[in-house]
């Protein structure tokens, strides 16, 4: 496992492409995002349970490593509440080894075809106190380094990534962890071809660029901390974390420039006291984040250099989001779920060469979540969600963003899962089913720029709007088997249909940019 479409491409409900070869994937959950086949947001992205995200929803796959990852949590729409996310496609959690579950020292080179080469070490262990009454620490160290010409011309990558933790228990009921992360990504662009293109040769980039243009550089530190004291039926998790992020991007459009620093927190409270002789858990979080970027963009001149400074603008983004859930088991095999959200998104945008493109929104919503979950054997069940969802607009790559409304939503989604085990083991299946169904009202949607009747480049051409009402809906599956231990079969499968309602331009016609039916598997 060494990309996200490694990870994720046989995770029931997740459609994911790599992008000519690179780090970069186009990743959607639900239709999150649909409208865009670069850079990402409509999810809530976590390493450890702690968010990479900008804090305006905008998240870089690059600062991941998902060969450094333990497993891979998949949330899909309401699922994801207990983290406060409430994007219409939900969360994505990779979770890191900890000194007690990793080897001690781990080694890995790989080389193939078009200058590709990887390497990565890893080491963990638990460093025991030599009296009872010491605390106890572990760590986990994972680096990597990978170099890459591309199949097609200007695809060529160049990363170092190092990703680690400690963690110190000092008690059975106190214990704290930290988190660190440092990234440099080094990547070409080699961007879009016509049909007529790429029929014409595979391996054939948009233009012929210098080898320092046309590109995507980014160097990302992170630093983060969860410590969780628990006293009784009471357990109390604390965490921060900060990121900073200096991209460098001269593309066809413009050399753009940005410098984004981002911190958050989360308090939660949750207790597991019963309520009238029942299991229950309740849990209320208060999680802010802010996150600011200083950035540039400068017209691209003769000879590719850059030219007059086009765009120079601050962005600030803040959000305080405030989480009440309950898990309530009526009984041995029915459990209850409620929760209620409450979110607050400022954003604002200053620019001194485009005033334009100033504004300074704030966006509010109550986000309730209504579930129930069924066991049906006791390695089986059935579930159900009705929930609402919200996101507010993130900043556009060079200003293009002119969404000014958050996308709201409601879902209802009914689905199974579970595994059967017969003949003692040797053979076994595995199935998760989902079926849902999603009332969006302005969803974010790339349109061409007024007065554009083909958009032939992605950044100049188009401009991301608000659709008054649409519809997401689709059945998500997935299935493993096991015959004789010794044979295996995965597959992934999307049914989807996404559409305008009663659109005054485009009537009920299809949503584009997702395929109605996907079918994967080994």
């Not at 959607?28 to 804090?55: C, E, K, W």
């Given at each position: 496992v ?7 491409g ?5 459609y ?6 690179s ?8 239709g999150s ?14 390493q450890d349970?702690?968010?990479?995200n900008y804090a ?12 450094a990852?333990?497993?891979v949590?998949?949330?899909?729409g309401?699922n994801?509440a ?6 219409l ?19 890995r080179?790989?080389a193939?075809?078009?200058?590709y ?18 605390n106890?620490w572990d ?5 990597s380094a ?7 011309e ?16 000092i008690?059975?009921?106190?214990e704290?962890?930290f ?11 080699p961007?879009?071809?016509t ?6 040769d595979?391996s054939?980039?948009q233009?012929?660029?210098p ?14 901390n ?12 604390l ?6 992020q200096q991209?460098?991007h001269p ?17 939660k ?9 029942l299991p ?5 979080a ?29 962005q600030k983004?803040?959000?305080h ?51 129930i ?5 006791p ?6 969600n ?30 199974t ?12 299946i ?7 169904r ?32 649409s ?12 015959l ?21 331009q485009?009537?009920?016609?299809r ?12």
């Amino acid at each position: 496992v060494l990309t996200w479409t490694d990870s994720l491409g046989l995770a029931p409900g997740v459609y994911i492409q790599d992008r000519f070869g690179s780090e970069e994937a186009r990743i959607s959950i639900r239709g999150s995002a649909l409208s865009r086949t670069y850079h990402s947001f409509g999810l809530t992205v976590m390493q450890d349970g702690i968010p990479i995200n900008y804090a305006d929803g905008f998240f870089d796959m690059q600062t991941i490593d998902p060969s450094a990852a333990r497993h891979v949590e998949v949330l899909r729409g309401a699922n994801a509440a207990s983290y406060a996310s409430s994007t219409l496609g939900g969360a994505i959690n990779f979770v890191s080894p900890m000194g007690y579950d990793s080897p001690a020292l781990l080694g890995r080179a790989e080389a193939g075809s078009f200058g590709y080469g990887r390497l990565q070490a890893a080491t963990g262990a638990v460093i025991r106190p030599a009296t009872a009454e010491g605390n106890i620490w572990d760590y986990h160290l994972s680096a990597s380094a990978m170099t890459q010409d591309g199949y097609r011309e200007h695809s060529a990558q160049d990363n170092q990534k190092a990703i680690a933790n400690a963690g110190v228990r000092i008690s059975k009921d106190l214990e704290s962890r930290f988190f660190f992360a440092a990234v440099r990504s080094r990547s070409q662009l080699p961007g879009y071809v016509t049909r007529a293109q790429l029929l014409s040769d595979l391996s054939v980039a948009q233009s012929r660029w210098p080898e320092d243009f046309q590109r995507r550089d980014l160097d990302s530190l992170r630093v983060a901390n969860k410590t969780v004291l628990t006293q009784g039926d009471y357990r109390l998790e604390l965490a921060a974390y900060a990121l900073q992020q200096q991209l460098w991007h001269p593309i066809a459009y413009g050399f753009i420039e940005q410098d984004t620093n981002t911190v958050g927190a989360t308090l939660k409270l949750s207790t597991e006291a019963r309520v009238r002789g029942l299991p229950n858990n309740l849990s209320i979080a208060y999680l802010p984040d802010s996150g600011s970027t200083r950035g540039s963009s400068r017209a691209v001149a003769a000879g590719f250099t850059q030219g007059a400074v086009t765009s120079d603008y601050n962005q600030k983004s803040d959000n305080h989001r405030f989480l009440f859930e309950d898990r309530l088991r009526i009984n041995e095999r029915t459990l209850l779920i409620g929760s209620l959200q409450y979110q607050l998104a400022r954003r604002h945008v200053s620019d001194s060469k485009l005033t334009s493109n100033n504004y300074d929104l704030d966006f509010t919503q109550w986000i309730p979540r209504l579930g129930i979950v069924q066991d049906i054997t006791p390695h089986a069940q059935w579930f159900a969600n009705l929930s609402r969802n919200f996101e507010p607009p993130i900043f556009g790559v060079a200003t293009r963003m002119q969404a000014s409304r958050a996308q709201t939503g409601n879902t209802v989604e009914i689905g199974t899962r579970g595994e059967h085990v017969w003949r003692e083991g040797h053979d076994q299946i595995a199935w998760d089913v989902s079926l849902y169904r999603s009332w969006l009202s302005n969803e974010f949607q790339t349109v061409c720029a007024s007065g554009v009747a083909v958009c032939t480049n992605a950044f100049a051409q188009t401009v991301t709007v608000n659709v008054p009402r649409s519809v997401h809906q689709g059945l998500e599956l997935g299935a493993s088997g096991l015959l004789s231990r010794r044979w295996e079969s995965r597959m992934a499968m999307l049914i989807s249909d996404f559409h305008f309602d009663e659109n005054a331009q485009y009537g009920n016609n299809r949503l584009p940019g997702f395929p109605p039916v996907l079918l994967r598997g080994e």
